[in-house]
């Protein structure tokens, strides 16, 4: 069987290995044609050895815009022609992937709050069309009708004519601009998918109906794509189910990939969910497990002849491997690992994997800067060797202080860390203790070995005192000594609350009947550790919390799987959500809230976890140590509470200022 450092060759190209990046929209184009910040994004990924790499969804329409790569112009031909030959010089192939909206122009309207015209094969109605917004916002069906949005225009026949001859000239573009291949993107609620999708297409015509109907408008694409570009290929991407219960099943997929390949197309890349609808197959979360959707390109391939690509946080080389042996993909994208860390191929092909940087699966940064790189991509600013090294000591080894020793160090800087707990990671250990979280940990276990590595001193167990601190000979103080969580004053010393910390690390009692104070997710509330202890066997009688929304924190216009994944789950094990609520009262048998229209609940519980409140201790040490002869500095969650994201951009900033 082959293996992921074999090369692969499909129709008239040769890949060297079998490893790509797939299309991934990074908003780094400017105005239709490549400029720095999409190098930065590209290049990169390239010099860090894959074996191809399809850019991100990309315009056919005749006029830039501000978001898409767009070959819908000829005059952009010779800017991307010298962003192909530079892909080129690190031996990597480069395609491009070609979009119309469909159905996903929803997207674009809930982001932009403008009315866009939606073209699909049917007038369906736009909310059902876009039911995860539903799911996270009831008022999505009057927010939508704000807009000015009216209804979904039935693509014509002609209409249809004309997106398929702009795809055929924008593929020819594309190898003229010296790409090696072209995507169909015929996946995730975009107009080509919404053809095979039961709910979005409803037609009677030629295009609905039997399978060769409703595969009609991409062979008629295929083949004039087909006419423009010769023997360059062409690949289709596919989402081999919708993942809802009344949705596109794999099976249904199987067909249409048999269809492509006897429409002529060269390649079949996998991968699932309609971003509207069930974006967690699209951004997945780390409720998925790594590879958890391995066995739908497993299954195309059984039926065509063609490569297969398969694609879903798949973050290990290994795993990769492993997957192309046993013959389930011909092919293994890599996308949020290579944003993570570009080196990735050659780095686990040196035998350096140690020194990889795996994803932790946040999805807050992944369509621009990465919250583990944050002068990185579109914030690309070189890491230069400092002029005059000094002597910097950090107290606590969370992820800030752990990240800027690590970073002050490679600058040349000298740097030591003292913790005061036996081990590193801070507050990550409560985090990972939450349900399907352990991948945040990723970014602990890189950071330990690289400051092994740079033997970077830590002192473990070691709480410095006010005296010690005074007299430390150094130019640079920086206290990284994270938060704490706390109680409201009333509820203190109450023997039936506790916060969540105590919840998820059982360092309190915590009764079977538990309500859970706070709507949003991270430090904030507790959404996750609701998630947590219920599938630990506790007893979940409400959540509440002062928010008007649940998981809050997580929504991204462009809608991320993680929200949608925990909203989700509160549907399925209708768990009770008190949304803008008061907390009244908690008696030794019950918690007694008011909701949103002031009536109130006594909900029978043991235990109230009250999440969202933590405290740092910046003010008193600001103040303690005013005087000291050296720079006081302050980073990560105790400068204020937050995320992993500012935790490390504090860091990086700062190292990167000393
Ligand atoms: C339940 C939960 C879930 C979360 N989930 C997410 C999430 O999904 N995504 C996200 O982005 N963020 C999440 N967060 C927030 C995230 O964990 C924190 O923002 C981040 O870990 C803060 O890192 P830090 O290094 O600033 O602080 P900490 O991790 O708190 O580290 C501080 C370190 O300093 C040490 N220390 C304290 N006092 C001293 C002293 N005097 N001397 C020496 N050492 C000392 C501590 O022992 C600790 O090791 C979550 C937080 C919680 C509580
Ligand atoms: C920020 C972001 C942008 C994406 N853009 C596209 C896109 O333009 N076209 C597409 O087909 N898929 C897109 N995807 C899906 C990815 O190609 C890929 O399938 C997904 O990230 C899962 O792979 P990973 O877990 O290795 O990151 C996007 C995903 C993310 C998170």
Known sequence: MPRVTDPLKIRNMEIKNRLGFPPMMSGSITNGIPGDNFYHVYEPIAKGGVGLITVEASSTDPMNNPIQPCLGLDGNIPAFKKFTDRIHEYGAKIGIQFAHGGILTLMMIAIMKFPMPVWAPSSVDPVVASSAYELINPNWRQDLEKTGFKEIHEITVEEMNEVGNRFAAAAKRAIDSGFDYVEIHSCHGTLYHDFYSPYYNQRTDEYGGSWENKTRFIKETVEKVRDKIGDNPIFVRISAEELLDDGLKVEDQKKVAVLLEKAGVDCIDVSQGIQVRTPEGINI??????????????????????????????????????????????????????????????????????????????????????????????????????????????????????????????????????????????????????????????????????????????????????????????????????????????????????????????????????????????????????????????NIKAIAGTEKMLAGIL??????????????????????????????????????????????????????????????????????????????????????????????????????KL
């Open 555 to 656: 929504t991204q216009a462009r809608l991320s799987g993680r929200v949608t994944w925990i909203h989700h789950y509160f549907q399925d094990n209708k768990i009770p959500v008190f949304k803008k609520a008061t907390l009244i009262d908690v008696t030794d048998k019950s918690v007694i809230i008011h909701d949103s229209d002031g009536k109130e609940h006594i909900i029978e519980a043991d235990t109230l976890v009250y999440c969202g409140a933590r405290t740092t201790p910046k003010k008193t040490l600001e103040s303690e140590f005013e005087n000291v002869g050296f720079k006081i500095e302050f980073i990560g969650d105790c400068k204020k509470p937050r995320d992993i994201q500012a935790a490390i951009s504090d860091a990086q900033t700062l190292a990167r």
């Open 285 to 538: 979360p780390t409720y998925i497990p790594p590879g958890g959707f391995i066995h739908y390109p497993e299954a195309i391939k059984k039926v065509v002849n063609i490569p297969v690509i398969g694609v879903g946080n798949i973050i290990d080389v290994k795993m990769a491997d492993d997957f192309i042996q046993q013959g389930k993909a011909d092919i293994i994208y890599m996308g949020r690992q290579l944003i993570v860390d570009p080196e990735t191929p050659n780095k686990y092909f040196n035998g350096q994997t140690d020194d990889i940087k795996y994803c932790i699966g946040c999805q807050v940064g992944c369509g621009g800067v990465c919250v583990l790189n944050p002068f990185e991509r579109h914030n690309y600013k070189e890491l230069i060797p400092s002029e005059e090294p000094k002597k910097i000591v950090i107290l606590g080894a969370g992820i800030a202080g752990m990240e800027l020793a690590r970073v002050a160090k490679l600058r040349g800087h000298d740097v030591e860390i003292y913790e005061k707990t036996d081990r590193v990671g801070g507050l990550m250990h409560v985090l990972t203790a939450e349900y399907k979280k352990e991948q945040f940990m990723n970014i602990v276990n890189y950071q330990k070995i690289q400051l092994n590595k740079l033997n970077i001193p830590i002192h473990l167990n070691r709480e410095l005192t006010t005296n010690e601190i005074k007299d430390l000979d150094c130019d640079v103080l920086v206290f990284a000594v994270g938060t704490e969580a706390v109680l409201p004053v009333k509820y203190k010393d109450h023997p039936n609350v506790i916060t969540q910390d105590e919840a998820i690390l059982k360092s309190k009692p915590i009764g079977k009947n538990v309500v859970i104070w706070g709507l949003d997710t991270y430090w904030k509330g507790g959404t996750e550790t609701t998630i947590t202890l219920r599938e630990q066997g506790y």
